[in-house]
């Protein structure tokens, strides 16, 4: 590490006993101690002094990406003895996505059907958790042969089954039906973790790989959000009063 870096961490408190540790001389430590450690401990620092700024008493990390930040915050609480709790959601992208498409129209679709490396037609129906009995009843109606089910894509092949998913009501109910009772599973979980506890009002979504939608429209630049953020604006959309959460 670069000596008048080093000199510039060990000057800032939370910094200083991480940047003394990581002196090992070893390229992945010293990458550690001076960009990604710094980064993180910064950011999250940040996070907990704009949640005391705005009166938020509870900081909520999802898995896995908000692991790390996860126990930083907690480590920060507890040398500083910081106002907020800081609690860890056990949840997955298809666990957050799931309950969300039955609100998003045809953008569902567009995640549900995205085209990816090596695809079989029984991956693209796994990504709505159908059992194999049910995949069967899909690929009746669409037509699609036993023996092709497990058969890896062309692009031209999963254009047209994207195609056909689409138009396929069999298809379209199985989207509806379990992303309804995907929702009233996570809605349980949520209110069970006390995300759903009155006074909250507004939430703050940060995935360190969160993909945002975006389409052009004439010209006009539309921003489609994200299944994650429209299930938590689901979650505070009847809730009123003063910040009581922030979810990470």
Not at 157 to 170: C, I, P, Y
Request: aromatic fraction near 10%.
């Amino acid at each position: 590490m670069d000596a008048d870096y080093f000199k510039k961490l060990q000057a800032v408190p939370p910094f200083a006993a991480a940047a003394t540790a990581l002196q090992t001389g070893d390229l992945f430590s010293d990458l550690t101690g001076a960009v990604t450690a710094p980064v993180l401990y910064s950011y999250v620092w940040w996070c907990l002094q704009q949640a005391i700024h705005d009166q938020v008493d509870t900081l909520y990390f999802l898995a896995r990406d908000g692991h790390i930040l996860y126990e930083i915050a907690k480590r920060f609480c507890e040398q500083y003895a910081l106002p907020i709790h800081c609690q860890y959601l056990y949840v997955s992208r298809m666990a957050l996505r799931m309950p969300a498409y039955h609100h998003m129209g045809e953008a569902a679709y567009d995640l549900l059907l995205v085209r990816g490396a090596n695809l079989t037609p029984r991956h693209v129906l796994e990504r709505l958790a159908l059992s194999a009995e049910e995949q069967q009843q899909v690929y009746a109606d669409c037509a699609i042969p036993a023996e092709d089910c497990d058969k890896s894509l062309s692009v031209q092949a999963f254009t047209a089954l994207a195609e056909q998913l689409r138009k396929s009501s069999v298809y379209r109910n199985f989207v509806q039906k379990k992303s309804q009772a995907a929702e009233t599973a996570a809605m349980a979980y949520l209110e069970q973790a006390g995300l759903l506890r009155a006074g909250h009002c507004r939430q703050r979504l940060e995935w360190l790989n969160a993909e945002l939608f975006d389409d052009t429209v004439g010209g006009s630049r539309k921003t489609v959000a994200q299944p994650e953020r429209l299930l938590f604006r689901a979650v505070y959309r009847a809730e009123t009063g003063n910040v009581g959460g922030m979810v990470f």
